[in-house]
C-alpha cells in the first residue's frame, strides 16, 4: 500500500543518500562547557560583592590612593565603622550593618572577596536567594555585635569593619547543609570545619604578631566566631524542602536591602551632620583640647559632652572639663 497525503496525492519515497546526490547533514551545535557568568549564576552574591566594591571604591575617594594599604580611621568611621564605644554609648546601630560593607585596605577586601565569591555562589544555589539574603544579613549584624561585646569588655578602643564576619555566617551554614545531605563524615562539613579553624588560627598568630610589633589591629576572631555561630545556628532552624515563590524571594531580599540602604543612610546623615561621628576618643580629646584654646565654647562643650557619653570617669575627660570651665565658664 503506498502512503498518500491527507489530498489524496502519494507521499513522495524519502530521498537516499548517494555518491551523485549526497543528503546535507546539518552539524550539532557546539555545547559550551564555560560556566554561567557569576551575576547571572548567583546575582544575590554578585550584588554583595557589588556593593562592598563601590563604598571601598567610595572610601579611595576620599582617602586617595594611601588608602590602598590602609585606610585612616576617620574614613572608615565616615563610611560607618563599628566603633565599640560609639556603638554602645551613642547607639550607633547603623555601624552593624554599615561595617560589613567597609573595608581597611585593599588586601582586606581582596581577600574577603575571594572567600565570598567562592563560598557565596554554593549557598545561594543550595538554599536559594530568600535564605541567604537574611542569613548574610543576621550574621553581618551578630558578627558586628560579638565585636562591640568583646571590646566592651576588654575596655579598649576598637574599630572593626570587613565583610568576614559574615561570611562566617555562610561558612557555618554549609557546615550544617553537608551534615544534613551527607551525615558526620560529610566532606563539605569537614571543609567548612576546616576553614573555620584555620581562620581562626591564622587570626590568633596574626593579631599577636601586630600586639607584639607594637600595634593595635588583627583578626577580628570574635566578630568570626560569632558570624559563625549565627550562620549556623539559623541553618539549623531551616525546614528542609521549603520552597518560595518568585514573588517572595523578590520580597525577601527587597526587605534585606532596604534595611541595609537605612543603616547607610543613618550613617551618612551622622556623618554630613556631627564632625564627632569620625573621631574616636583619643582624637575627641584633642578636638575639645583645640576648641578651648581657640575659644570655640560650643564644639568644646559638644566634644566633652560626647567624651562623657563614651568615657565619664576617664581623668583625662575630667581634666579636659576642668580647663573648660576654666576657659568658658559653667
Not at 554549609?174 to 569537614?190: A, D, F, N, Q, W
Not at 543613618?266 to 573621631?279: G, K, Q, V, W
Amino acid at each position: 500500500m503506498v502512503p498518500v497525503m491527507e489530498s489524496g496525492a502519494p507521499i513522495p519515497a524519502p530521498r537516499l543518500p548517494s555518491s551523485n546526490n549526497p543528503v546535507p547533514v546539518r552539524s550539532a551545535p557546539a555545547e559550551s562547557d564555560a560556566e554561567p557568568p557569576l551575576h547571572q549564576r548567583a546575582p544575590l552574591t554578585f550584588a554583595i560583592m557589588a556593593a562592598n566594591i563601590v563604598v571601598f571604591v567610595g572610601q579611595l575617594f576620599l582617602a586617595g590612593l594611601r588608602g590602598i594599604a590602609g585606610m585612616p580611621n576617620w574614613v572608615v568611621l565616615a563610611f560607618g565603622a563599628n566603633n565599640v564605644n560609639a556603638t554602645v554609648y551613642e547607639h550607633r546601630y547603623d555601624t552593624l550593618i554599615t561595617s560589613c560593607f567597609v573595608h581597611g585596605s585593599l588586601l582586606h577586601i581582596g581577600f574577603n572577596m575571594v572567600a565570598l565569591r567562592q563560598i557565596g555562589p554554593f549557598v545561594e544555589r543550595t538554599v536559594g536567594a530568600a535564605r541567604m539574603a537574611p542569613l548574610y544579613l543576621l550574621a553581618c549584624i551578630a558578627g558586628s555585635m560579638g565585636s562591640a561585646f568583646f571590646g566592651w569588655m576588654r575596655g579598649t578602643q576598637q574599630i572593626s569593619v570587613g565583610a568576614s564576619g559574615a561570611i562566617c555566617g555562610l561558612i557555618g551554614a554549609t557546615l550544617v547543609i553537608g551534615y544534613r545531605i551527607e551525615g558526620r563524615k560529610s566532606p563539605l562539613m569537614l571543609a567548612m570545619a576546616k576553614w573555620l579553624g584555620s581562620l581562626f588560627a591564622l587570626g590568633l598568630i596574626v593579631t599577636y604578631l601586630v600586639r607584639l610589633g607594637g600595634g593595635s589591629g588583627g583578626f577580628d576572631n570574635a566578630a568570626h566566631a560569632a558570624g559563625a555561630v549565627a550562620g549556623a545556628s539559623i541553618a539549623v532552624a531551616w525546614r528542609r524542602g521549603a520552597t518560595y515563590a518568585p514573588s517572595t524571594t523578590w520580597a525577601i531580599v527587597g526587605l534585606c536591602t532596604c534595611v541595609v540602604i537605612s543603616a547607610g543612610v543613618l550613617t551618612a546623615r551622622y556623618t554630613s551632620s556631627d564632625p564627632l561621628a569620625t573621631m574616636d576618643q583619643d582624637e575627641r580629646l584633642g578636638f575639645a583640647a583645640g576648641a578651648i584654646d581657640a575659644g570655640r565654647c560650643h564644639d568644646a562643650r559638644a566634644a566633652i559632652a560626647s567624651l562623657k557619653k563614651l568615657t565619664l570617669h576617664a581623668p583625662e575627660v575630667q581634666l579636659i572639663e576642668q580647663n573648660y570651665h576654666h576657659r568658658c565658664g559653667p
